[in-house]
């Protein structure tokens, strides 16, 4: 059973448009929202968080958008360039016995044309 | 600030074969996971080991797989016998501490079992 569940699959943006994936979850335990990016070859790597505690958090051209009422949370890139060319992951965690571990959605891979 | 290293980067193995991943995760990082990520897909966790300990190996499966984490610090993990279904990237992640959600992610391992 898929945690977190991210569409699109895939999404393709113009050069300095805006580049929007969502995620949803059902477990109300989870309190920790992480957003990772993941280019061909590499490792994930953190990209920007949030916590249940506000509704948005940015950090440059990276928005994250929180609904806790609906249960879910989604990532903005605004101006969006050529070098955001990658895949990207939404996760949740929680504490608890599963403290650490996060779950993962099934990733978005997002192109941006020039 | 080095980050987390794992070797070998790929590997190509017969069904029924056995493998073995290396990781050394970031100095002075408590926690160490390991993750499968299977093409097209989000990570999903297989253990988690807080200093020498293992505290989440749930979705693990202990017939075939093992890890350990001697002294606190470089991991290994473990497939014997190999399956085709194991063919994925396995990657290696650290954190400061359990409670920290802050995961750092090595390059991983592309495992192929033909």
């Known amino acids: 059973q898929q945690q977190v569940k991210q569409s699109p699959q895939s999404l393709i943006v113009q050069k300095g448009g805006i580049s929007i994936i969502n995620c949803a979850y059902e477990?109300?335990?989870?309190?920790?929202f992480p957003w990772y990016q993941q280019f061909p070859g590499k490792g994930p790597a953190l990209l920007i968080a949030?916590?249940?505690?506000?509704s948005e958090k940015k950090e440059g051209r990276f928005t994250i958008s929180f609904n806790k009422s609906a249960k879910q949370f989604s990532l903005h890139i605004m101006d969006s360039q050529p070098g955001d060319s990658a895949t990207y992951f939404c996760?949740?965690?929680?504490?608890?016995?599963?403290?650490?571990?996060?779950?993962f959605g099934r990733g978005t891979q997002l192109t941006v044309w020039p | 600030e080095a980050g987390v290293a794992q070797s070998p980067r790929y590997k190509i193995i017969e069904k029924r074969q056995s493998v073995a991943f290396w990781c050394n995760p970031i100095s002075g990082h408590a926690t160490l996971y390991w993750y499968q990520q299977i093409l097209g897909q989000g990570p999903k966790l297989l253990i988690q080991f807080q200093n020498n300990g293992v505290v989440d190996d749930s979705q693990l499966p202990k017939d075939r797989f093992s890890a350990e984490r001697l002294k606190g610090v470089d991991s290994t993990l473990k497939i014997q016998p190999a399956k085709l279904e194991d063919s994925a990237v396995y990657l290696c992640?650290?954190?400061?501490?359990?409670?920290?959600?802050?995961?750092?992610f090595g390059p991983g391992t592309r495992l192929t079992v033909t």
């Open positions: 949030i916590r249940p505690d506000v």
């Open positions: 996760a949740a965690s929680s504490g608890g016995s599963t403290l650490g571990r996060l779950y």
């Open positions: 477990n109300t335990a989870f309190d920790y």
């Open positions: 992640a650290s954190s400061w501490d359990r409670g920290t959600y802050e995961q750092y």
